[in-house]
């Protein structure tokens, strides 16, 4: 069986300042990791993906992760937030093994302030 | 290149009536996935299809849900008798063929209300 967690609910922070939007994960295998964002009444947005290859993965909207196998983490960062950032973040994780089921974190509220 | 489609975005149903939720994937996309998100909550998986086969569908209800994606038109989600415990957000999503297409694309969501 696979889980994400997502141990903050609500992140806050500073106009400008560093974000981080921390997810870990439990898988039997390799993980296909994932970023998706929610705004409000609106589906999910893709973010950035992890595969294989460099730790250290560049997304949309000046946002990446960095997988940490030893640690089982992606955590989500970006070097300076912006209020239009404040969303409903998601971590989800898949297997290599072809079943494609996305299991996803229970979210979390990113609210950047002015 | 339209995004995927869902539609309604809003449905209100009775107890005990029928919710037929629809989902045209992107151009090119052959596999289809239904999620569930309820208030406050992550998605949880429900069904993964391809063209006129079920793929997966470890996390559909026993009763009551059932889900196809038939040679031409979109995919259908349908709930027999709704209760007000079905009431959600249920998601579509799609991906393109091919053993590397693994990123999902999302629809904006059909609210369930049951009333």
């Known amino acids: 069986a696979q889980s994400v967690a997502q141990p903050e609910d609500q992140v806050n922070v500073a106009e400008g300042n560093p974000l981080t939007v921390k997810c870990t994960y439990s898988?039997?295998?390799?993980?296909?990791l994932f970023w998706y964002v929610q705004y409000p009444n609106r589906g999910l947005q893709f973010l950035l993906k992890?595969?294989?290859?460099?730790?250290l993965v560049k997304g949309s909207y000046g946002f990446e992760a960095e997988f940490n196998k030893s640690q089982t983490s992606f955590h989500l960062k970006k070097p300076s937030a912006l209020v239009s950032d404040s969303a409903l973040y998601f971590c989800?994780?898949?297997?290599?093994?072809?079943?494609?089921?996305?299991?996803f974190g229970s979210g979390t509220r990113l609210q950047v302030q002015p | 290149n339209a995004g995927v489609m869902q539609n309604p975005r809003h449905l209100v149903r009775r107890r005990g009536q029928e919710a037929r939720l629809r989902c045209s994937p992107m151009?090119?996309?052959?596999?289809v996935y239904w999620y569930r998100q309820l208030p406050e909550e992550g998605l949880k998986f429900m069904v993964y299809?391809?063209?006129?086969?079920?793929?997966?569908e470890s996390g559909m209800p026993k009763e009551r849900f059932s889900a196809e994606f038939p040679k031409e038109g979109p995919s259908i989600l349908r709930i027999q008798q709704v209760v007000r415990g079905d009431s959600a957000a249920y998601f579509c999503?799609?991906?393109?063929?091919?053993?590397?297409?693994?990123?999902?694309?999302f629809g904006a969501g059909t609210r369930l209300s049951v009333l």
């Open positions: 999503a799609s991906s393109p063929p091919g053993q590397g297409k693994v990123i999902q694309y």
């Open positions: 898988v039997s295998g390799n993980p296909y």
């Open positions: 992890y595969i294989t290859g460099d730790n």
């Open positions: 989800a994780v898949s297997m290599d093994t072809g079943r494609r089921a996305l299991t």
């Open positions: 151009k090119g996309h052959s596999h």
């Open positions: 299809l391809q063209k006129e086969n079920i793929i997966d």
